[in-house]
């Protein structure tokens, strides 16, 4: 192989795909780049045995076609000390390649192409869905936080998309929130969901580049492929049976808070200060058109309250939470107003944006209460 390249090309095409790079690798050889170049197409590739990034960059000057697998972090750290200029790159034996560049050259190390393990995509019966990117990122950005860390739980750790001829739901939950985001431009010909595991939704997102107008996505039982301008990520989804979520979604909760979302927020996060370190815990109470909020350490002899002005209709109530949870909420919503519906102090809250909102048919939350002494 031998080919000649601009230095900060190729430097951000390998930036593009090293978040594949592990940082234990199960197997040496996926310490390293592979890249193959055939039909002036220089496509890069980084695994981690479970996700695998690809791009691919055009090469003008080719002098001879090949693959050969790159140490990631030595050709990395080399052109980041790069200015930006053509460079040649050719593999002089079978154990070493050189870089060249118009003041000098280095040799750095290689391997047979043949050592990197194959990588698959998905089956013959993959079924195939296409995401506007914008719904995609905002999907994965108002659910990825709820997904859990649960090693006996494994169907938990990732986002749940539910996907209907109708519409397409995100959904992840650690049972003490569960969060739901709905995408109505979303749709398919057919019925079927997977899991998405949380680091590759991650990942996912922090690639995709804003000049990409759609993602399509190619599944099958066990494998997605993301395809995406000229970068590809294949992962292994969570093969596990998601929770019936739509089951738990209060219908009835009578009690409604209408309230502004940042106001609300800012409240909570003044208070939990005075909250016991150990659980967090704050309480509201509840009356006509009238919250308050109160947190108290009694090992410190520390204690905060604050009243605020709202639209609240219902039975006048206290309620307790874990204060995280609930600026979770908030936080990643992207709303003006929110609603908040309650039944009791012990059963989940649903929480969803105001119907004036635009977002009001995309989001909706259930967050579970604790018991306040």
């Known amino acids: 192989m031998e080919f000649k390249i601009s230095s900060a090309e190729l430097l951000k095409g390998l930036l593009d795909v090293s978040k594949a790079i592990p940082t234990k690798a199960p197997l040496p050889i996926l310490e390293n780049f592979l890249f193959r170049l055939s039909g002036g197409v220089l496509e890069i590739t980084a695994s981690d045995s479970e ?16 693959a050969i697998a790159v140490n990631a972090r030595l050709i990395i750290d080399l052109l980041k000390e790069l200015p930006d200029q053509p460079i040649s790159l050719k593999d002089v034996s079978a154990s070493s390649f050189e870089c060249g560049w ?18 698959k995509g998905a089956g013959e019966d993959a079924q195939q869905v296409t995401f506007k990117t914008e719904t995609l990122i905002e999907g994965i950005n108002g659910t990825i936080y709820a997904a859990a860390d649960d090693p006996m739980r494994p169907q938990m750790n990732g986002i749940f998309f ?19 985001y709905t995408a109505a431009d979303v ?9 998405l595991a949380k680091k590759s939704a991650a990942i996912l997102k922090s690639i995709i580049g804003k000049d990409v107008e759609n993602v399509q996505i190619t599944l099958d039982q066990n494998t997605a492929v993301f395809t995406f301008g000229v970068t590809t990520m294949i992962c292994r989804l969570i093969v596990a049976k998601f929770p019936a979520y739509r089951s738990v979604i209060p219908q009835n909760n009578s009690n409604v808070l209408k309230i502004d979302r940042i106001q609300l927020l800012n409240t909570i996060k003044r208070i939990a200060v005075c909250a016991q370190k150990a659980t967090n815990h704050i309480k509201l109470d509840l009356k006509e058109n009238q919250l308050e909020l109160t947190a108290q350490d009694l090992g410190f002899g520390i204690a905060a309250y604050e009243k605020i002005t709202c639209e609240y209709h219902g039975e006048e109530l206290s309620i307790g939470f874990k204060s995280q949870f609930l600026s979770e909420i908030l936080s990643n919503m992207i709303c003006e107003n929110i609603v908040i519906k309650f039944a009791d ?12 909102e635009e977002a009001a048919a995309k989001f909706c939350g259930l967050c579970m209460p604790v018991v306040i002494s």
């Open 102 to 119: 118009l003041t000098g050259h280095s040799a750095l190390p290689c391997f047979p192409a043949e050592d990197y393990p194959e990588i």
């Open 51 to 66: 996700l695998t990034l690809r791009t691919a960059i055009e090469v003008e000057s080719v002098k001879a076609e090949g």
């Open 187 to 195: 749709q398919s010909d057919g019925k079927y969901s997977f899991i």
């Open 162 to 180: 539910d996907i209907d001829t109708t519409s397409t739901t995100l959904v992840a939950s650690d049972s003490h929130k569960l969060i739901c």
């Open 345 to 356: 102090a012990r059963r989940a809250v649903l929480v969803v944006p105001s119907e004036e």
